[in-house]
């Protein structure tokens, strides 16, 4: 009874329900017992009338006020969950995507949404995460591989959204202009396909604090924090959170429009938009001339939140420094970065050792053993080609993602790095095999 009344959500009705089932049950006990032991004496007929009267208005009681285990917990919002089919479950190398739309979000910035090529469901992901897309660029004698950030949080998720500044040759230098997000304004179009791994990345903000949190970026650097902001919006809009975002002026500043809309639906999202060389036309469209500094943060946001910064290299460690000399402890500053500062070749470059042509890599928790290919950039990048899939996310020596413990051998790095490293770690997303053999906890 009490599990059939637990499934009535209107309480009238469940009282009323619990009232007459009640009621019944103790009247036809009442009478069977009558009839049984004295059928002819007038007052148990009142004892029985009495019973039956207390009984109906029991039930009535005990239907209001019992709820059920139905009501007792507490539905996980399904904008909370992401539930994928069997399909998505065991998607874990590269699926093919097709872009459904371009949209020049900036000056620099472009959005790709993609969708499956498959038509089935993709996995919903964390705030802050990544995709990492393999490129097939004509010229190249392998793909190219790219991570860039999911630049929007979708309800129902049925689009990954990339937004990819172009990035152009610096100038004075003699790098080449970047060759993935070139290529990606310029060649790719509505129709497309493009190859992409499952989302991916440890620069997440977990929705379920309440602590406030302080978004801060420049430039590109928005996408992850957009997405952030429109996941604490949507799921926890009780949580205080302050956007900070620097840009040079308007023409370069994207999605402008989508963070105010979204501020306006979120009275607990405060937004602040720096210019650093604002033009007349901008007047009205940016809070503050300058730049995002450490000494901005101080004047609008609370010292004991947790800040997530994105942006140029040089942009976050001034933040961070500052930060530090503010007082806000390491364990509550995150930060990401897709690039280092590009400098130009050396003039005079050592050669590296010599390394033997019959050099393996041991993958010792894969129980893998497999020799090096030379043709490969990284140790990462030979694992991925090996159907191993470790850990990464920048993919230039940074975030220190990818470090694992090295057991045995050396390996050499492409350039320096920049993420700490642990003893006895290496990372291999810049590194190469130094000796004949080396092996990874991997």
């Known amino acids: 009874m009490l599990e059939s009344l637990g499934r009535i959500q209107n309480p009238l009705v469940r009282g009323l329900t619990a009232a007459a089932t009640v009621g019944s049950i103790v009247t036809f006990a009442s009478a069977i017992a009558i009839g049984v032991t004295n059928p002819k004496d007038k007052a148990a007929y009142q004892w029985g009338?009495?019973?039956?009267?207390?009984?109906?208005?029991?039930?009535?009681?005990?239907?209001?006020?019992?709820?059920?285990?139905?009501?007792?917990?507490?539905?996980?919002?399904?904008?909370?969950?992401?539930?994928?089919?069997?399909?998505?479950?065991?998607?874990?190398?590269?699926?093919?995507?097709?872009?459904?739309?371009?949209?020049?979000?900036?000056?620099?910035?472009?959005?790709?949404?993609?969708?499956?090529?498959?038509?089935?469901?993709?996995?919903?992901?964390?705030?802050?995460?990544?995709?990492?897309?393999?490129?097939?660029?004509?010229?190249?004698?392998?793909?190219?591989?790219?991570?860039?950030?999911?630049?929007?949080?979708?309800?129902?998720?049925?689009?990954?959204?990339?937004?990819?500044?172009?990035?152009?040759?610096?100038?004075?230098?003699?790098?080449?202009?970047?060759?993935?997000?070139?290529?990606?304004?310029?060649?790719?179009?509505?129709?497309?396909?493009?190859?992409?791994?499952?989302?991916?990345?440890?620069?997440?903000?977990?929705?379920?604090?309440?602590?406030?949190?302080?978004?801060?970026?420049?430039?590109?650097?928005?996408?992850?924090?957009?997405?952030?902001?429109?996941?604490?919006?949507?799921?926890?809009?009780?949580?205080?959170?302050?956007?900070?975002?620097?840009?040079?002026?308007?023409?370069?500043?994207?999605?402008?429009?989508?963070?105010?809309?979204?501020?306006?639906?979120?009275?607990?999202?405060?937004?602040?938009?720096?210019?650093?060389?604002?033009?007349?036309?901008?007047?009205?469209?940016?809070?503050?001339?300058?730049?995002?500094?450490?000494?901005?943060?101080?004047?609008?946001?609370?010292?004991?939140?947790?800040?997530?910064?994105c942006g140029s290299p040089p942009f976050m460690n001034a933040i961070r420094k500052g930060l530090q000399e503010w007082g806000v402890p390491d364990v509550r500053v995150y930060f990401e970065s897709f690039m280092k500062a590009r400098t130009a070749p050396a003039v005079s470059v050592s050669p590296a050792p010599a390394l033997d042509e019959r050099a393996e890599i041991v993958f010792a928790k894969s129980d893998r053993t497999l020799p090096w290919e030379s043709e490969h950039d990284s140790i990462l990048e030979f694992a991925e080609a090996n159907d191993l899939n470790p850990d990464y996310s920048c993919r230039a020596g940074i975030c220190g993602t990818c470090m694992c413990r090295i057991l045995e051998g050396e390996v050499e790095y492409q350039e320096e790095p920049t993420a700490a490293i642990a003893e006895g770690s290496v990372l291999i997303c810049i590194s190469k095999p130094k000796t004949s053999r080396v092996v990874l906890e991997l």
């Open 49 to 309: 009338v009495y019973a039956a009267l207390l009984a109906t208005g029991g039930g009535a009681a005990l239907g209001l006020a019992y709820k059920g285990k139905v009501e007792q917990r507490s539905p996980q919002s399904a904008s909370t969950l992401s539930i994928p089919n069997a399909a998505t479950q065991d998607w874990k190398d590269w699926r093919n995507f097709v872009v459904v739309r371009k949209v020049k979000e900036s000056e620099e910035i472009t959005s790709f949404y993609l969708k499956p090529e498959d038509g089935n469901e993709i996995p919903g992901f964390q705030p802050g995460q990544f995709l990492t897309i393999k490129l097939e660029i004509p010229g190249q004698a392998k793909p190219v591989l790219r991570t860039y950030s999911l630049s929007d949080y979708p309800e129902p998720c049925d689009t990954y959204r990339l937004s990819i500044k172009r990035e152009p040759a610096p100038r004075d230098l003699d790098v080449p202009p970047g060759l993935s997000s070139n290529f990606m304004h310029d060649r790719v179009q509505e129709g497309s396909v493009i190859s992409a791994k499952p989302p991916s990345g440890k620069f997440v903000l977990d929705v379920r604090k309440s602590s406030p949190a302080v978004l801060v970026s420049n430039g590109v650097g928005i996408t992850p924090t957009i997405a952030m902001a429109k996941a604490c919006s949507r799921l926890n809009p009780n949580r205080p959170i302050w956007f900070l975002h620097g840009a040079r002026d308007g023409r370069y500043h994207a999605f402008r429009d989508e963070v105010l809309h979204l501020a306006e639906q979120n009275p607990n999202l405060q937004v602040h938009f720096a210019y650093s060389r604002p033009r007349p036309e901008d007047e009205g469209q940016f809070h503050s001339t300058g730049y995002v500094d450490t000494a901005l943060i101080q004047s609008l946001a609370s010292q004991d939140a947790e800040f997530f910064l």
